[in-house]
């Protein structure tokens, strides 16, 4: 005589779809799977919660640096425009000085003839 668990072996598809003791497992092993699943999310959340807080340290860092860079070239930049700058008003204003005297004065004449 076959006890019930080789018995169901023996079972039709449409059969042991019906039985209790089929159902019974199916649902314990749903049980198990969804408990496993939900263990696994939750392991897999908090890996990446702690993988994304180390990265935002290594980032933090990253642009300080970065930001540090950047202002260095911005105040090289603004120091080499300042010169620039600096000497071209220079420029304007000895060119402007040299304009004042020689038309206000008189010192250039431009198309005059000489005197005897």
Same mark, same amino acid.
């Given at each position: 005589?076959?006890?019930?668990?080789?018995?169901?072996?023996?079972? @039709?598809?449409?059969?042991?779809?019906? *039985?209790?003791?089929?159902? #019974?497992?199916?649902?314990?092993?749903? #049980? !198990?799977?969804?408990?496993? @699943?939900?263990?696994?999310?939750?392991? $897999?959340?908090?890996?990446?919660?702690?993988?994304?807080?180390?990265?935002?340290?290594?980032?933090?860092?990253?642009?300080?640096?970065?930001? !540090?860079? !950047?202002? #260095?070239?911005? $105040?090289?930049?603004?120091? @080499?425009?300042?010169?620039?700058?600096?000497?071209?008003?220079?420029?304007?204003?000895?060119?402007?000085?040299?304009?004042?005297?020689?038309?206000?004065?008189?010192?250039?004449?431009?198309?005059?003839? #000489? *005197?005897?």
């Amino acid at each position: 005589m076959l006890n019930h668990a080789e018995s169901c072996l023996f079972y @039709r598809p449409e059969e042991a779809s019906k *039985d209790p003791a089929v159902l #019974k497992l199916v649902e314990e092993q749903t #049980k !198990q799977w969804t408990e496993m @699943r939900q263990k696994q999310r939750k392991e $897999e959340w908090e890996m990446m919660k702690a993988h994304l807080t180390a990265q935002e340290e290594i980032l933090k860092k990253l642009m300080e640096v970065s930001q !540090q860079n !950047q202002m #260095k070239q911005i $105040e090289a930049k603004h120091e @080499r425009y300042g010169q620039i700058i600096s000497h071209r008003l220079c420029y304007v204003a000895e060119t402007s000085y040299i304009y004042y005297n020689v038309v206000e004065f008189g010192l250039l004449r431009i198309g005059a003839t #000489k *005197d005897p």
